[in-house]
């Protein structure tokens, strides 16, 4: 894809449309980017985290165990007036 021209742009020399777009678009290349930089992040610790669990790194955590077993209750619904 090519890369546009960047012009620079007199924000006081736009109309009221040409405004709006201008911010709009400043909050669209703002958004994406903490969108871009929040996904890369997230990336970041699920490649950590499954490194660190096939390795099992860290030798102070214990294996998982069952505590207490209980019985599940079953939830009834609401009773309805009427």
Do not use: C, T, W, Y
């Not at 699920?46 to 505590?67: M, P, Q, T, Y």
């Amino acid at each position: 894809m090519q890369e546009r021209e960047r012009r620079n742009i007199e924000f006081s020399r736009l109309n009221v449309l040409g405004k709006i777009i201008f911010v709009g678009g400043a909050a669209a290349r703002v958004v994406s980017g903490g969108i871009d930089r929040v996904l890369n992040h997230v990336a970041d610790i699920v490649v950590e985290s499954e490194k660190a669990f096939r390795e099992g790194k860290d030798d102070n955590i214990e294996d998982a165990r069952i505590l207490e077993e209980r019985k599940s209750r079953k939830v009834q619904p609401p009773k309805r007036n009427g």
